[in-house]
């Protein structure tokens, strides 16, 4: 499987700016996912990340809010713009190999004050 | 993709065997279930998937009913390490990795001392 490094680990933040989440993986990959994890609940996809192309977002979430890059193969960043207290979540980015389990990022924690 | 439904909440002897069962009546016939895990603050592992047939690797089985409509992950001897909210999750064939995972609320195990 994957290996995944997600920086940074956690990070506490002003409203009103932006931070930006990288993904780097040790394979190249086709698809990365970004994920959310609000406190206390499962995971929401956010977007999937295509090399090459725009990403595409899952309902309730816009690429303003939540733009992605994917420069190659390997990497990829989400930014979460214009933060507000209600954007603290763990973010999470994700790929798969082949047709077995996908291989998480140990995630990012952000706090908004 | 098919929906799944998964009690809130099981206890386990540390030692004993956990079941977690999982309903996934709307299944189709191309459709995987995966199962995974997520113990606190840490990013969601791949512990085993299968089609319909029973799977067994290092860290579990999978027993999937012959009409495919529920499973059941067995942990053969919980550890207090197995603490963790297990999610069952159906995905489509198609795609290979390139598909996206649909997390519902998952299973809040804790093995007890």
């Known amino acids: 499987s994957a290996v995944i490094s997600q920086k940074p680990s956690r990070d506490i933040c002003q409203r009103g700016t932006s931070l930006t989440i990288q993904c780097q993986v040790d394979?190249?990959?086709?698809?990365m996912f970004w994920y959310r994890q609000q406190p206390g609940q499962s995971l929401t996809l956010i977007a999937t990340?295509?090399?090459?192309?725009?990403?595409?977002?899952e309902s309730g979430f816009v690429i303003d809010k939540f733009p992605i890059s994917r420069p190659n193969l390997t990497f990829s960043t989400l930014t979460v713009s214009n933060m507000s207290p209600e954007d603290s979540s763990i973010y999470l980015c994700?790929?798969?190999?082949?047709?077995?389990?996908?291989?998480f990022g140990s995630g990012t924690r952000l706090t908004v004050v | 993709d098919a929906k799944t439904t998964q009690p809130t909440s099981m206890d386990c002897a540390e030692g004993r065997a956990a079941n977690l069962p999982c309903n996934h009546s709307?299944?189709?016939?191309?459709?995987?279930v995966y199962w995974y895990r997520q113990i606190h603050s840490q990013g969601p592992q791949y512990i085993i998937h299968?089609?319909?047939n029973n799977e067994t690797n290092e860290m579990a089985s999978l027993i999937i009913t012959e009409d495919r409509k529920s499973s059941t992950l067995i942990l053969p001897h919980a550890t207090l390490r197995d603490t963790a909210v297990y999610y069952c999750?159906?995905?489509?064939?198609?795609?290979?990795?390139?598909?996206?995972?649909?997390f519902g609320k998952g299973t809040l195990l804790t093995v007890n001392p």
């Open positions: 994700s790929v798969g190999k082949g047709d077995y389990g996908y291989t």
């Open positions: 394979s190249q990959v086709t698809m």
């Open positions: 990340a295509n090399q090459g192309s725009e990403a595409t977002y």
């Open positions: 709307t299944i189709s016939g191309n459709e995987y």
């Open positions: 299968g089609l319909k």
């Open positions: 999750i159906v995905r489509s064939r198609s795609g290979g990795s390139n598909y996206k995972l649909t």
